[in-house]
């Protein structure tokens, strides 16, 4: 199976300063370690503690040669604030700082640390340097509280890894008037992500090349056990499929050069169908469930989005098109009264068949009804079968993008809401999305920052790690789904 989100392997150094007792920060660091094991988190606990500068490379370089690849660093006490923010100049990767809370008013003489204090030089100094770090929203805690901080900055710490060592191969430019999935590079270098272009004649060559490929019938014998009897309409098709499937993994493996990780935008229509013989949609889905996610239309910015999605979740993720209001009598009938949402709250989101089928209640193979109008008259379908339909399973999820505008500036969304256990009716990877507020996010948000029509989708709530990896990269302007009474900065209070 291909190996494509970063594992997180974690160290922890302890800081102090040189007037207070030593000893407080090594035996609160310790019981932090105790406490990621009870939880099964492990963790590598440094035993140089840092008073001075001398002393952050020979602790950085024990977790290092530990093999970690992210940090926290904690206040046992106040701590020295030059070298306790040179810590994360030195180590080179994802970085959290926390504090310790004071144990007891009992002991308030020789046991205080003072580390709440200490924590808002270390932001200054911080600042002062321009290093970004991981600061939680109370940063301040007992152990079991520091543990729980710790668990929640692992899923942020794999996101950071993967962006870091990321390379996003594509293939053919965006179709006609799909411009709205516009890519200026130049964010993503700022990002430090890789891109590779190509042409889709490079991806036809290759796929070619891989005719007769001696592995084809494992490939499609799988494709056949993970759809099974009922989802396997066209088997035919199966062999085309794992033939393409072959090739994306291998030019994967062949042009990753010195990233670890790869995810795909790839251009699916109009050409596509005819020159391959299928549409692209299923194995699409197949690599997305397998943390390699592949964008439809070219949406480079859709594809890191996915990508950063996957590596907070461990999970299947994919992409959509915010697609359609839900028709006023559907509403009605099975989500008003039920559900607590308005109309407004609640869209359709769609696309022809990337979603893995993990995350559809019942999906199958077919054909794509829009592509079979244009490209096969509305005939019986050939080259236009390949999509993976069916209704996406209900549960939280958790819309947003990352995307670069014209100007090569960067911004985001983010949204929590659930897939309604609601039939569409309808054709495609499909399911009725409510969103707290969203008509109002769709104004002021998705409408008024001109955002595309894509939205990476996330099976969870997952806003919390989200916006925390944003904010590490530096993101000027997150936006979410505001609440009623807080009013977006181009919204009309008289409306």
Not at 107 to 124: I, K, P, T, V
Not at 174 to 188: E, S
Not at 214 to 239: C, F, K, S, T
Request: glycine share 10%.
């Amino acid at each position: 199976m291909f190996n494509n989100l970063p594992v997180v392997k974690l160290g922890i150094i302890s800081v102090s300063r040189d007037c207070f007792v030593i000893s407080l920060s090594e035996r609160r660091r310790k019981a932090i370690v105790d406490s990621c094991a009870a939880g099964g988190c492990e963790i590598v606990e440094s035993k140089v503690t840092v008073e001075n500068e001398t002393d952050v490379r020979k602790a950085v370089k024990e977790v290092r040669d530990a093999g970690c690849n992210a940090l926290v660093v904690f206040l046992g006490n106040f701590g020295p604030e030059t070298p306790e923010t040179l810590i994360a100049a030195e180590f080179k990767g994802p970085v959290m700082y926390a504090a310790a809370a004071e144990e007891s008013g009992k002991d308030l003489l020789g046991g205080r640390g003072d580390a709440y204090c200490g924590m808002l030089n270390c932001s200054y100094n911080l600042g002062l340097r321009r290093l970004r770090a991981v600061i939680p929203e109370y940063p301040v805690g007992t152990a079991e509280d520091i543990g729980r901080m710790i668990a929640d900055f692992i899923p942020v710490a794999r996101a950071l890894l993967g962006i870091s060592s990321l390379k996003i191969i594509t293939f053919g430019p965006r179709p006609q008037d799909f411009f709205a999935c516009n890519a200026p590079v130049k964010a993503l270098y700022d990002l430090g992500v890789e891109i590779q272009e190509n042409s889709e004649l490079d991806l036809l060559v290759s796929y070619k090349a891989h005719t007769g490929d001696e592995r084809i019938g494992e490939v499609a014998a799988d494709m056949a056990r993970e759809l099974g009897h009922e989802g396997n309409q066209y088997p035919d098709m199966l062999p085309r499929m794992a033939q393409f499937e072959l090739t994306l993994l291998d030019w994967a493996e062949q042009n990753r050069g010195m990233r670890n990780y790869v995810a795909f935008a790839n251009k699916c229509w109009p050409a596509f169908p005819k020159e391959f013989g299928f549409e692209p949609c299923y194995v699409n889905s197949r690599l997305a469930s397998r943390g390699i996610p592949v964008a439809c239309e070219v949406d480079i910015y859709g594809a890191l989005s996915e990508y950063i999605g996957a590596c907070v979740t461990g999970d299947a993720v994919t992409l959509l098109d915010i697609n359609n209001s839900v028709p006023r009598d559907l509403f009605d009938e099975l989500i008003r009264g039920t559900y607590g949402y308005t109309l407004q709250d609640t869209f359709i989101g769609f696309h022809c068949g990337n979603t893995p089928l993990c995350k559809l209640s019942k999906g199958k193979v077919n054909y794509q009804l829009i592509q079979n109008r244009l490209l096969e008259n509305g005939g019986t379908p050939d080259f236009t079968r390949g999509t993976l339909e069916g209704d996406i399973a209900p549960g939280k999820i958790t819309f947003f993008r990352l995307h670069s505008n014209a100007d090569t500036s960067l911004q985001a969304y983010i949204a929590q809401g659930e897939v309604l256990p609601v039939p569409t009716g309808s054709f495609g990877g499909i399911g009725v999305f409510a969103i707290p507020e969203m008509g109002r996010f769709y104004r002021h948000v998705l409408i008024e920052k001109r955002f595309p029509h894509h939205g990476a989708v996330a099976f969870g709530h997952v806003g919390k790690a989200l916006f925390t990896v944003f904010d590490y990269l530096g993101i000027p302007d997150i936006s979410f789904n505001q609440p009623k009474g807080m009013l977006y900065r181009t919204e009309n209070p008289f409306a």
